[in-house]
C-alpha cells in the first residue's frame, strides 16, 4: 500500500509552454483561422464587388 | 463586351490603412498566440478569448453606427447617410456571425458545449436575425426613401438591444462569464489586458478599413444608379437603353 507521503511525493509533471500549447492547438488554432478566413474572404468579396460597381454602365 | 474600364483606384490613404492593419493583425496574433501568460482556470484556451472578445466588441461599436446613420437619414434624409448606414450594417452583421462563430468555437474545449439557450447567447443571436431581418426589409422595399426610413428604424431595435446583450451576463444566470473588462472595474491581469486592447484596436482598425471601402462601393452604386435613371428619364433614352 502507497503511504501518504509517497502521494505528495509525486508531484504532477511541469508541462512546457510548447507541450501545453499543443494539447490545445486545435481549438486555439480554429478560432485563429476562423477569424482570418472570415477577414480574407470578406475582402475579396469586397474587392469584387468595387470591380463591378466601378465599371461603366456601357461596359455591362 | 469586354471589360476596358476598371473600376476606380482606391484612395492612398486607404491602401496605407489597409497595409498597416494586415502588419497589426499579424502582431496581434502573435501577442496572443505567444506573448500572453496562460490562465490560471482556462491555462492556454485563454488565447481563444482575445480573437472572440475583439471581435464581439467591434460587432457593438458597428450596430451602434448603423443605427447612428439611421438616425441621421430620418433627420435630414440624405442619401449618403443611408448608403453609411447599409456600409456599416453589411460590416455589423459580418462581425456578428464571427462573434457567434468564434463564441461557439471558443464555448466548446472551456464550457464544454457550442451553445446553450441562455440570455447573453440568444440576445446575440436574436441580434443576428435583426441584422439579417434589416436586409430582408431593404430587400422588399423599392422607393429609397421608404427604403431607407424603414431600414434605418430596424437599425435602432438592433441598438436598443445591446444594453441588455452586454450586460446580460450580469443580470442573468447565464453560462457566459461575467464581464472582466466593465465601466465598474478591470478585471484582467495587466500582460492580458495589454493583448486584449491591442487585439480589439485591431479589429476596430479591420472595422474601420471594410467600412471606408464598403461607403466607396456605396457610393459608386449610387452613381451608376442615378446615371441610369438619367438616361432613362432623358430624351432619346429609349435608344440610349437599348444599347
Redesign the interface.
Same mark, same amino acid.
Given at each position: 500500500m502507497r503511504s501518504a507521503s509517497a502521494a505528495r511525493a509525486a508531484p504532477a509533471p511541469r508541462r512546457s509552454f510548447v507541450s501545453? /500549447?499543443a494539447?490545445?492547438w486545435r *481549438? $486555439?488554432g /480554429?478560432? *485563429?483561422l @476562423? $477569424?482570418s478566413v %472570415? +477577414?480574407a474572404a +470578406?475582402?475579396l468579396y /469586397?474587392a469584387a #464587388? %468595387? #470591380?463591378? %460597381?466601378?465599371?461603366? @454602365? @456601357?461596359? #455591362? | 463586351m469586354t471589360d476596358t474600364h476598371q473600376a476606380p483606384r482606391r484612395p492612398l490613404w486607404w491602401r496605407a490603412l489597409a497595409l498597416v492593419t494586415l502588419v497589426l493583425f499579424l502582431v496581434g496574433a502573435y501577442l496572443a498566440l505567444v506573448v500572453s501568460p496562460p490562465d490560471v482556470n482556462q491555462g492556454q484556451l485563454i488565447r481563444m478569448m482575445y480573437a472572440h472578445v475583439s471581435v464581439a466588441w467591434v460587432c457593438f461599436v458597428a450596430v451602434l453606427v448603423t443605427a447612428a446613420y439611421g438616425m441621421l437619414f430620418l433627420l435630414r434624409g440624405n442619401g449618403i447617410d443611408d448608403a453609411r448606414a447599409v456600409a456599416n450594417a453589411e460590416v455589423a452583421i459580418f462581425f456578428a456571425g464571427l462573434t457567434l462563430v468564434s463564441g461557439m468555437t471558443y464555448s466548446k474545449p472551456t464550457l464544454n458545449t457550442y451553445w446553450t439557450w441562455d440570455a447573453k447567447l440568444t440576445l446575440t443571436a436574436l441580434m443576428f436575425a435583426l441584422l439579417v431581418g434589416y436586409f430582408v426589409v431593404r430587400g422588399l422595399i423599392d422607393d429609397p426613401t421608404r427604403r431607407g426610413r424603414v431600414s434605418a428604424v430596424v437599425s435602432m431595435i438592433v441598438a436598443a438591444s445591446l444594453p441588455f446583450n452586454y450586460l446580460a451576463a450580469a443580470w442573468f444566470r447565464t453560462l457566459h462569464p461575467t464581464l472582466s473588462v466593465a465601466v465598474t472595474g478591470v478585471h484582467v491581469a495587466p500582460t492580458m489586458l495589454f493583448v486584449l486592447v491591442f487585439n480589439a484596436g485591431v479589429a476596430a482598425l479591420i472595422y474601420l478599413t471594410f467600412v471606408s471601402e464598403r461607403v466607396r462601393i456605396g457610393k459608386l452604386e449610387m452613381a451608376r444608379h442615378e446615371e441610369r435613371e438619367r438616361r432613362e428619364s432623358g430624351p432619346g433614352s429609349k435608344e440610349v437603353v437599348r444599347v
Amino acid at each position: 500500500m502507497r503511504s501518504a507521503s509517497a502521494a505528495r511525493a509525486a508531484p504532477a509533471p511541469r508541462r512546457s509552454f510548447v507541450s501545453d /500549447l499543443a494539447q490545445h492547438w486545435r *481549438w $486555439v488554432g /480554429l478560432i *485563429w483561422l @476562423e $477569424v482570418s478566413v %472570415a +477577414y480574407a474572404a +470578406y475582402s475579396l468579396y /469586397l474587392a469584387a #464587388r %468595387a #470591380r463591378r %460597381a466601378g465599371r461603366r @454602365e @456601357e461596359d #455591362r | 463586351m469586354t471589360d476596358t474600364h476598371q473600376a476606380p483606384r482606391r484612395p492612398l490613404w486607404w491602401r496605407a490603412l489597409a497595409l498597416v492593419t494586415l502588419v497589426l493583425f499579424l502582431v496581434g496574433a502573435y501577442l496572443a498566440l505567444v506573448v500572453s501568460p496562460p490562465d490560471v482556470n482556462q491555462g492556454q484556451l485563454i488565447r481563444m478569448m482575445y480573437a472572440h472578445v475583439s471581435v464581439a466588441w467591434v460587432c457593438f461599436v458597428a450596430v451602434l453606427v448603423t443605427a447612428a446613420y439611421g438616425m441621421l437619414f430620418l433627420l435630414r434624409g440624405n442619401g449618403i447617410d443611408d448608403a453609411r448606414a447599409v456600409a456599416n450594417a453589411e460590416v455589423a452583421i459580418f462581425f456578428a456571425g464571427l462573434t457567434l462563430v468564434s463564441g461557439m468555437t471558443y464555448s466548446k474545449p472551456t464550457l464544454n458545449t457550442y451553445w446553450t439557450w441562455d440570455a447573453k447567447l440568444t440576445l446575440t443571436a436574436l441580434m443576428f436575425a435583426l441584422l439579417v431581418g434589416y436586409f430582408v426589409v431593404r430587400g422588399l422595399i423599392d422607393d429609397p426613401t421608404r427604403r431607407g426610413r424603414v431600414s434605418a428604424v430596424v437599425s435602432m431595435i438592433v441598438a436598443a438591444s445591446l444594453p441588455f446583450n452586454y450586460l446580460a451576463a450580469a443580470w442573468f444566470r447565464t453560462l457566459h462569464p461575467t464581464l472582466s473588462v466593465a465601466v465598474t472595474g478591470v478585471h484582467v491581469a495587466p500582460t492580458m489586458l495589454f493583448v486584449l486592447v491591442f487585439n480589439a484596436g485591431v479589429a476596430a482598425l479591420i472595422y474601420l478599413t471594410f467600412v471606408s471601402e464598403r461607403v466607396r462601393i456605396g457610393k459608386l452604386e449610387m452613381a451608376r444608379h442615378e446615371e441610369r435613371e438619367r438616361r432613362e428619364s432623358g430624351p432619346g433614352s429609349k435608344e440610349v437603353v437599348r444599347v
